[in-house]
């Protein structure tokens, strides 16, 4: 029997895989409108308001296109660091996203409570801690059906931080798409987004974990605590994350 943190270990490999795999399945579609697009104004003679309607259709297709590349780009690059240490404080971090998200939050109907006490410094740079707990939230957000209560805390375990967001269960009537799912476009945006928070924990020597339940699904994240002194910065940083 598979170890439950290797059985996690292979099913996150997995996503990964299947997740570039769907992203340039997704790119093939753009790629053969936006050729047969093309070629067809080209081989034929056409009113300037066809000319225009393929030139329209041909933009659209392109846009698509830079956004699938650029998707997976930064899913390849997310676990890079610059090989630099780093200390950054989750428990700021973590503020910050929340009062950057409380206006999501309220007009989807939605309540984030926070419970979180001192400073809680990490070993990732500031900027990727800010855009994986931005994710992870903003994924909650999108998974939580009105009128929920989104709890969040930040805690310090033995050499380890914790973040920990819980999401109530949807009603079986207004059940939207798991996060584990495959799906439409913005199914693919949702597992991307997680998955580029995963690998960006990763990276750091953390974790991250999914733990779906009949009442309630957790996401789980660890990140082992810094206790580096900081160095000078060379420039001026930001005064939450940093």
């Known amino acids: 029997m598979i170890a439950p943190v290797f059985d996690d270990e292979i099913a996150a490999n997995c996503e990964y895989q299947n997740l570039l795999a769907d992203l340039f399945h997704a790119l093939s579609q753009p790629l053969t409108t936006l050729q047969l697009c093309l070629s067809g ?13 393929d030139l ?37 971090c973590v503020r910050e996203v929340v009062d950057d998200l409380l206006p999501v939050a309220k007009s989807a109907g939605l309540q984030l409570s926070l419970t979180c006490r001192g400073s809680c410094h990490v070993k990732l740079e500031a ?64 597992r991307l987004t997680l998955a580029i928070a995963r690998h960006t924990f990763e990276s750091a020597a953390g974790s991250f974990r999914i733990r779906q339940g009949p009442r309630q699904t957790t996401l789980i994240i660890r990140l082992p605590r810094s206790h580096q002194e900081p160095a000078l910065p060379l420039a001026s940083s930001s005064q939450r994350c940093g």
């Open 127 to 190: 900027s990727r801690l800010r855009q994986g707990v931005f994710y992870v939230i903003e994924s909650a957000l999108n998974h939580s059906r009105r009128g929920s209560e989104i709890g969040i805390w930040v805690t310090q375990e033995g050499s380890d931080s914790g973040l920990t967001i819980r999401i109530p269960a949807l009603l079986r009537k207004n059940r939207r798409v798991p996060l584990k799912s495959v799906g439409t476009a913005s199914d693919l945006r949702q």
């Open 56 to 92: 329209r259709m041909a933009l659209r297709e392109a846009k698509t296109v830079v956004s699938l590349i650029t998707a997976i780009r930064e899913l390849l690059a997310c676990g890079a660091g610059n090989g630099q240490p780093h200390k950054s404080d989750l428990s700021a």
């Open 41 to 53: 104004s080209l081989q034929k003679p056409q009113s300037a308001e066809g000319y225009r309607r």
